[in-house]
């Protein structure tokens, strides 16, 4: 297993995902340490997760009231973790990778433009299972492709896919957030729509020393994304 | 939401009949299904806004209950369906929550776009 390593002070730090709470289960911790020491932290949220499937039986919203709720507790997590800059950019779940390439790669160049971070955060590409994150994944990675070398910020990016560590191997940072903790689970609470059924029997195995979700929860994983032999993100066909 | 009460819903569908109304629906088993159970196969469908006049629909079975919409020259279909409702514009939405309560199918009309 990699060694726990030292966040790194960062100039700004860039989080993009797709969905409300993809930000909360993964890097929540990190970010909290981020904004703990005054490090400005924008999060660019991609969509409302529109299409989120947890509507409750009895239903607790609607396929259409989903989005208002969903918006209300991304403010809540930000809120949770520090984020002051929150962006909700008004794409839709599900659709992402169906937009335009070069209109999803120029949202990020934007980004990268106006704020120059030191650091992104997104998805690994090829290995984060849901379409939408793919889709995010390449945008970012095509956007910081195209920057000089010397300007890029780093990007390290989140991976889960189950073929993961056969095909890129073990993230090469590890991070202990134990003391940001109490900040992560309050993130997680906040998406309470989409977490509720998983909350139940989290807490209790999350504190057991040794299991799997202990390690996965108190501990944030990344994998450096190197534009090398291992950038299997294709140019934009046009 | 409120469960499916057949009679009520069919009043509703007969309201939409024989005028233009705007359509969504969906199915879908979640984008995680088959990375949890690889040997899930993933599938699903949704359309937004569609745009269809139906000339009666009926509403079926003893519930889950069963939706078909005929079209001048063609059908909607949806199955599984538990819930009924509305949004703030009126829109009627029905829908299908699984045991977990998981939406897994959704039919919507209204007269006026869904946002």
Redesign the interface.
């Given at each position: 297993m990699t060694k726990t390593m030292e966040i790194e002070q960062e100039r700004h730090v860039l989080v993009i995902f797709p969905h409300p709470d993809d930000e909360a289960f993964g890097v929540s911790g990190t970010i909290a340490v981020h904004t703990g020491r005054k490090t400005p932290v924008t999060y660019a949220c991609l969509t409302l997760g529109e299409m989120g499937r947890n509507l409750g039986n009895p239903p607790f919203a609607t396929r259409e009231s989903l989005p208002d709720v969903r918006k209300a507790e991304l403010q809540k997590a930000a809120e949770a973790i520090g984020i002051q800059d929150l962006r909700m950019m008004g794409l839709r779940d599900k659709t992402l990778e169906f937009e335009d390439d070069q209109k999803m790669m120029n949202l990020v160049t934007d980004l990268i433009n106006e704020l120059n971070p030191s650091l992104i955060i997104t998805f690994y590409p090829g290995y984060s299972v849901h379409p939408d994150h793919e889709a995010t994944a390449r945008a970012v990675v095509r956007a910081v492709r195209a920057m000089e070398e010397s300007k890029r910020p780093k990007l390290h990016c989140v991976a889960f896919a189950n073929n993961t560590l056969e095909e890129i191997g073990p993230a090469d940072i590890r991070y202990d957030i134990r003391h940001v903790y109490d900040k992560k689970l309050e993130a997680m609470k906040a998406h309470i729509s989409q977490t509720i059924w998983m909350l139940k029997d989290l807490e209790a195995s999350v504190a057991e020393e040794g299991s799997e979700l202990h390690d996965r929860f108190n501990y944030e994983h990344f994998w450096t994304y190197t534009f090398d032999e291992k950038d299997k993100v294709t140019e934009i066909k046009s | 939401?409120e469960?499916i009460l057949p009679e009520k819903v069919q009043e509703l569908i007969n309201t939409f009949a024989g005028q233009e109304v705007y359509l969504?629906m969906?199915t879908?088993n979640?984008?995680?299904a088959s990375?949890f159970n690889?040997k899930f196969f993933s599938a699903g469908a949704?359309i937004r806004n569609a745009k269809l006049t139906y000339e009666h629909g009926k509403i079926v079975g003893d519930g889950p209950f069963r939706v078909g919409l005929k079209l001048a020259i063609g059908w909607v279909y949806a199955e599984g369906l538990?819930?009924y409702?509305f949004?703030?514009n009126g829109?009627l939405?029905m829908?299908g929550?699984?045991?977990?309560?998981?939406?897994?199918v959704?039919l919507?009309l209204g007269t006026t776009p869904?946002?």
């Open positions: - | 939401m469960p969504h969906e879908t979640g984008a995680y990375h690889e949704y538990t819930h409702g949004d703030e829109h939405l829908a929550h699984d045991f977990d309560g998981k939406l897994a959704a919507q869904f946002k």
